[in-house]
């Protein structure tokens, strides 16, 4: 697969799809998807800690249903809209599946990543190395 050639929105749509096993009755997490050159690199869940009670763990909650996992791919397809000028650094979807009701909800952040060696801008010293060798 070529990811250079595929539109972003295609790659989070695919990185959704591999991800849908895992995210099937998961309780909560962050995607992460880090961009380089406006192409996916690395991605992958982190998911948050799993409760214990007096040193038992106990049963684990219901977690997103196969209709939450399309709804926060679409989610997470149509986020790419709003970034906007870099080509570098990460997106994050947070996601938590409410207690009880079944109600999901979800977040998205956007970090952008710059580097200045890659820039125009070279520091350049106000005196050279050797100057201070050379006074008196």
Same mark, same amino acid.
């Given at each position: 697969?070529? =990811?250079?050639?595929?539109?972003?929105?295609?790659?989070?749509?695919?990185?959704?799809?591999?991800?849908?096993?895992?995210?099937?009755?998961?309780?909560?997490?962050? =995607?992460?998807?880090?961009?380089?050159?406006?192409? =996916?690199?690395?991605?992958?869940?982190?998911?948050?800690?799993?409760?214990?009670?007096?040193?038992?763990?106990?049963?684990?909650?219901?977690?997103?249903?196969?209709?939450? =996992? *399309?709804? %926060?791919?679409?989610?997470?397809?149509? !986020?790419?809209?709003?970034?906007?000028?870099?080509?570098?650094?990460?997106?994050?979807?947070?996601? !938590?599946?409410?207690?009880?009701?079944?109600?999901?909800?979800? !977040?998205?952040?956007?970090? !952008?990543?710059?580097?200045?060696?890659?820039?125009? %801008?070279?520091?350049?010293?106000? %005196?050279? *190395?050797?100057?201070?060798?050379?006074?008196?």
């Amino acid at each position: 697969m070529n =990811v250079d050639a595929m539109p972003l929105t295609r790659q989070v749509d695919y990185v959704f799809k591999q991800l849908a096993e895992e995210l099937l009755h998961a309780q909560a997490g962050t =995607v992460i998807i880090q961009i380089r050159n406006n192409a =996916v690199g690395k991605y992958g869940i982190r998911h948050h800690p799993i409760e214990s009670r007096n040193g038992q763990i106990g049963q684990s909650e219901q977690g997103m249903t196969h209709e939450q =996992v *399309q709804a %926060f791919r679409q989610m997470a397809i149509d !986020s790419i809209k709003l970034k906007r000028n870099w080509t570098h650094g990460e997106i994050m979807y947070d996601f !938590s599946v409410r207690t009880g009701t079944g109600a999901w909800s979800a !977040s998205i952040l956007f970090e !952008s990543n710059y580097n200045m060696a890659s820039s125009m %801008f070279r520091y350049t010293p106000k %005196f050279a *190395q050797h100057s201070f060798r050379d006074a008196p």
